[in-house]
């Protein structure tokens, strides 16, 4: 299994996608990156399941 892994996720304010880099070795995270295009700060629900599969959920600060 890859230690970091580059996931496209899509901004909740200006509807763009935009790359984010995935710690592998942290099954859950909850942080704070800015996105590319508009700057504003998405919170990115991470999950990494026990076969290495990747989801990302964004959300805004209104959710």
Do not use: H, K, W
């Amino acid at each position: 299994m890859n230690v970091e892994q580059t996931v496209m996720v899509q901004c909740p304010y200006c509807a763009e996608s935009f790359e984010v880099l995935v710690d592998c070795s942290i099954g859950q995270q909850e942080y704070i990156e800015d996105c590319e295009v508009c700057s504003r700060p998405v919170t990115l629900v991470v999950n990494v399941s026990d076969d290495g599969n990747v989801s990302v959920e964004t959300r805004g600060e209104d959710v």
